[in-house]
């Protein structure tokens, strides 16, 4: 049996409103959105350093997934929750596999 993982963000700012969307962050750095029948596309990189701080820099995401393009700082990073935060905002991903 072979599991597929992605990511769900199950909190923006407090919002579930994207819990039903999965994440998928592909190793060439194209970011894809999936759920409610479409597909959501963007780009995603990192930078810096665990002493400075990492960061996760997401762009080119449109309509409600907009609220997602920031550099956000990685403020929890684990196997299957991290937690991003930019200014007073905050994204919190979990990994789920079926």
Do not use: H, K
């Amino acid at each position: 049996m072979e599991f597929e993982c992605y990511w769900v963000a199950v909190s923006v700012d407090g919002s579930i409103a994207f819990n039903d969307f999965a994440i998928q962050f592909n190793d060439n750095q194209d970011l894809l959105i999936e759920g409610g029948g479409a597909n959501y596309f963007g780009v995603w990189s990192t930078f810096g350093n665990p002493n400075d701080g990492v960061y996760l820099v997401i762009s080119q995401l449109e309509n409600n997934f907009s609220v997602f393009n920031s550099e956000w700082l990685v403020v929890e990073c684990g196997a299957d929750r991290i937690v991003l935060v930019d200014g007073d905002s905050e994204i919190v991903i979990e990994r789920e596999c079926s």
